[in-house]
């Protein structure tokens, strides 16, 4: 018999960045978000840029109070604008490593406005949205990407709106990475946003996961939500995005991930600098 | 203009321009901003000059991206500004909530226009001056500047950046149209003489340093990548910075942050006074409205009444403690603004009521020195 | 351990070796959640219908099956609280002595 070496860090080396004296931490039994909290952390430790240089931020919700737990600079702002600060910070350090962390209600409803501006100038930032398709931390209303039908505090009846298919929406204001994964995909998601750091520009990530407060209204638990992740899932990463919303949640839909976009890309504050040069020399 | 900041020298600038090289000389390397009149000048000075300083501008997508943005960049360690009039200045709120909470440095420049609502973009108003410190939710302070003139624009803009960074709380510069717009002589001293409060690291190790440390009036500022590995939020908070509901520990630190500025209120406020020692009516104004004023009281004067000047120079902390002084000597108070009477609200909390008088005044025009000197003449007689 | 039919056996089959993990499990830090249960893949773990001081059933390697662990580290990636690990694994003969 012989002993052998973990090769991917411990759970034990992903604590030593935790703020483990906070723990155990705030999120459900059964919420995805403590899932992706790791893969972050992995992702960070296998990125090869020293943790000092990494910093999150947050806006409001379950999903943003993930840097809270993370033993590395972290700024939990005001709802929906976690973005504008974190390209206001990384405008003016670059040197820095900026993720931005935080649920569908606060990037993609209140935040919309800031989510698609940020990707119009191509801001050199990372954003991480946590998809659990309600505004869990207030008691499960519906939001931008809850599905129609869905039982949810403010649409007792069915929800009859539409949602937004976030990949689709990001990718055609022309982002250089985006990629899609379900909380299941654990290591996927390590590999991307391992990816996501080294991208000059917006790279954006969904990860799909699951909400007690949500599954509880829809007669549904977490885990057997979780199921169809396992049963339900396409990886594609040819996808055309136009298909692959989802607009219902029943034993037909089909969550279709992978990395869809990855292209070569300049970001604005790369370019802005390239301006400053110029400027200065006297051009 | 060229590349570096304004040497010392006589210039002729437009209030707005001497704003922004008020802002770099005192160090300000990041400005976002969102179009507005009338501070447009300010973003699109800011635009040209930044590059040629070695700074970063963007134009975001609205004021609330804008504020934030420059929260963001105070964080970097970096000294931020923006520019806006009243609406943009309303969106603001809940930042600068924000900023106060996790004590961040910021300076805004509010050139105020005609309000409420759209008002009168391109004509002058003094209706923010309430909002400035009551605008958010919550308990908070801020510390505002009036300035009355292009060279105040200048001096106070170096200024707010001092007391920004010093205190760590947010600043606003509360201009107005025609003080923004206007064009006069600025004069930049020697750089020898002016100071500018610049962010140093702290020498406690990462280990032992707490963000929010009770011993310190004015804890330690770091930046993000700094090492420290810090974690601040807007919510209620305890000396680590993690979130906390315990009541006893949120009190302690709601007041020690509110003491930054209540223990520190007269190194921090300013006004301007004259002819005030045998006056029996006080006229208390500030930005444009301090002109008319200058000359009604001279003509109020040769006339034989006996008025005085009082000029705020900061709207908060409110200069309260000589007009209060004066208002129990005896002497009347006019207050005198183009507004339907603030500043007079908060004044009237510290004199006695039958001594204060207001002159409500509907944006859009300066009251003139002849409409001033009838108010003081109707006052006087009564 | 692995049974094998009656068939021919390969000569080397006493050195293969496979790996065999050993969980740990912090059970104070456990919500309940079972994913780790669903979504091992050999079924070593189940519920063990005790209680923490949170009042969350935690997770037990089911008796007997402490051998079938492959030591994948599904359980370690998948569960939300951090509270249970691959501590390490050995590696065992697939055949034990005595086929």
């Known amino acids: ?283 | 203009m060229n590349n570096g900041v304004l040497k010392p020298g006589d210039y002729f600038l437009r209030g707005n321009y001497a704003c922004v090289e008020g802002a770099l000389l005192a160090g300000c390397r990041f400005f976002a901003g969102y179009p507005i009149t009338p501070s447009n000048e300010i973003s699109a000075m800011m635009a040209r000059r930044m590059p040629q300083v070695g700074g970063s501008f963007i134009q975001f997508e609205d004021e609330i991206a804008s504020i934030v943005g420059v929260i963001g960049a105070a964080n970097g360690g970096v000294k931020s500004m923006t520019a806006t009039s009243g609406p943009g200045f309303s969106l603001m709120q809940e930042a600068i909530g924000l900023a106060f909470m996790i004590e961040t440095p910021i300076v805004i420049v509010d050139v105020q226009r005609g309000g409420p609502s759209t008002g009168l973009p391109t004509q002058v108003g003094q209706g923010d001056f309430i909002q400035t410190n009551f605008g958010s939710h919550g308990d908070y302070e801020t510390v505002v500047y009036l300035p009355n003139s292009p060279q105040e624009m200048f001096d106070m803009t170096i200024e707010a950046f001092n007391t920004a960074w010093r205190y760590r709380v947010p600043v606003i510069v509360l201009a107005d149209q025609m003080i923004g717009q206007m064009i006069e002589k600025v004069s930049v001293p020697p750089y020898d003489e002016i100071e500018i409060v610049e962010y140093e690291k702290p020498d406690v190790p990462p280990e032992e340093f707490l963000p929010f440390d009770f011993r310190y009036e004015v804890p330690p500022f770091v930046a993000a990548g700094d090492g420290y590995r810090i974690h601040l939020t807007g919510l209620a908070h305890d000396e680590r910075g993690y979130p906390t509901t315990n009541h006893e520990i949120y009190s302690k630190m709601l007041l020690r942050k509110l003491r930054k500025i209540w223990d520190n209120e007269d190194r921090i406020m300013e006004w301007e006074e004259q002819l005030t020692e045998d006056a029996n009516l006080i006229v208390v104004s500030y930005g444009i409205t301090s002109r008319s004023v200058y000359k009604a009281v001279r003509d109020a004067r040769e006339k034989g009444m006996k008025v005085g000047i009082y000029r705020l120079k900061t709207a908060w902390p409110f200069p309260y403690k000589r007009l209060r002084e004066m208002a129990n000597e005896g002497k009347d108070i006019l207050v005198v603004e183009v507004n339907m009477g603030q500043a007079y609200r908060v004044a009237k909390q510290y004199v006695p009521h039958d001594s204060i008088y207001c002159m409500p005044w509907a944006p859009g025009k300066v009251p003139t020195p002849e409409a001033i000197l009838k108010k003081i003449e109707e006052v006087y007689r009564a | 351990m692995i049974r094998i039919p009656n068939r021919r056996i390969p000569l080397n089959v006493k050195r293969v070796l496979r790996p065999v993990g050993r969980v740990e499990i912090d059970i104070e830090l456990c919500k309940g959640c079972h994913y780790c249960i669903e979504f091992c893949p050999t079924g070593v773990l189940g519920r063990s219908g005790k209680v923490n001081k949170q009042g969350y059933e935690y997770p037990i390697i089911i008796p007997g099956k402490e051998e079938e662990c492959i030591g994948c580290g599904m359980c370690e990636r998948i569960c939300p609280d951090y509270c249970i690990k691959v501590r390490d694994f050995l590696y065992k003969p697939v055949i034990e002595e005595g086929i």
């Open chain 1, 1 to 283: 018999m012989s002993e052998a070496k973990l090769i991917r860090p411990s759970i034990d080396e992903i604590k030593s960045l935790l703020r483990v004296e906070r723990l155990p931490h705030i999120w459900c039994p059964s919420c995805g978000i403590g899932i992706v909290a790791k893969a972050y952390v992995e992702a960070l430790l296998r990125s090869g840029i020293p943790p000092e240089k990494h910093v999150l931020v947050s806006g409001i919700g379950c999903s943003s109070r993930m840097p809270g737990y993370i033993k590395i600079d972290g700024y939990h702002v005001i709802h929906g604008r976690a973005i504008p600060f974190a390209v206001g910070l990384k405008t003016v350090r670059p040197e820095l490593e900026v993720t931005v962390f935080a649920g569908d209600g606060d990037l993609s409803t209140i935040g919309g406005n800031h989510l698609i501006h940020a990707i119009r100038r191509n801001d050199d930032i990372n954003v991480i949205m946590i998809n659990n398709f309600t505004y869990g931390m207030t008691g499960g209303q519906y939001g931008g990407t809850t599905p129609e039908g869905s039982r949810t505090l403010t649409s007792p009846y069915g929800h009859i709106e539409g949602t937004f298919n976030v990949p689709l929406l990001v990718a055609s204001i022309g982002a250089p990475y985006v990629a899609r994964w379900t909380v299941l995909h654990y290591r996927q998601i390590v590999d991307t946003i391992v990816e996501m750091f080294n991208i000059d520009g917006f790279a954006f990530l969904e990860v799909i996961s699951p909400c007690i407060i949500y599954t509880d209204m829809n007669r549904r638990d977490a885990i057997s939500l979780m199921r169809m992740f396992r049963e339900q899932s396409d990886i594609d990463h040819k996808a055309d995005l136009r298909n692959i919303g989802i607009n219902r949640l029943n034993e037909e839909t089909r969550f279709v991930v992978g990395k869809f976009v990855h292209r070569p890309s300049e970001s604005y504050q790369t370019k802005y600098r390239r301006l400053v040069e110029k400027v200065m020399k006297g051009g």
